[in-house]
């Protein structure tokens, strides 16, 4: 078993207008390369964590997701107002405690320290 490594990690949009804030274990859950319709062309390694876990700093848009025949809000994927860079999604209901970190904002000497496990679709819920 690989020794764990707890890291304060930072992820940063290329301008580093957005900066997001993490604890990570080197041996927490692979990150995931979700190949839905909308991950697959975001190229997003997701990280998963409760809101009050991560810190957020600076102003992004939001595109809206809608689930499957108009049902409903399905997710908020946040992108730098500056330079567009993808940073994370969140959930429409905050009562939903769960969001995804894109890792891939990680410089890659920290990105580097964690597997990655590829899903063939959705993420799991």
């Given at each position: 078993m690989a020794e764990s490594e707890k890291l304060s990690l930072t992820a940063t949009c290329q301008c580093k207008a957005v900066r997001i804030h993490f604890t990570r274990s080197t041996t927490d859950r692979?990150?995931?390369?979700?190949?839905?319709?909308?991950?697959?062309r975001y190229?997003?390694?997701?990280?998963?964590?409760?809101?009050s876990q991560v810190q957020i700093e600076g102003e992004t848009d939001i595109y809206v997701r809608n689930k499957p025949a108009n049902e409903g809000k399905y997710l908020e994927?946040?992108?730098?107002?500056?330079?567009?860079?993808?940073?994370h999604w969140a959930h429409p209901d905050k009562s939903?405690?769960?969001?995804g970190i894109n890792c891939r904002m990680l410089d890659r000497p920290d990105l580097e320290k964690f597997e990655i496990k590829q899903e063939d679709g959705p993420a799991p819920r």
């Open positions: 692979p990150l995931n390369q979700c190949l839905c319709s909308i991950c697959g190229a997003a390694l997701w990280a998963y964590y409760e809101p994927f946040h992108r730098c107002k500056i330079c567009g860079c993808v940073t939903v405690k769960k969001m």
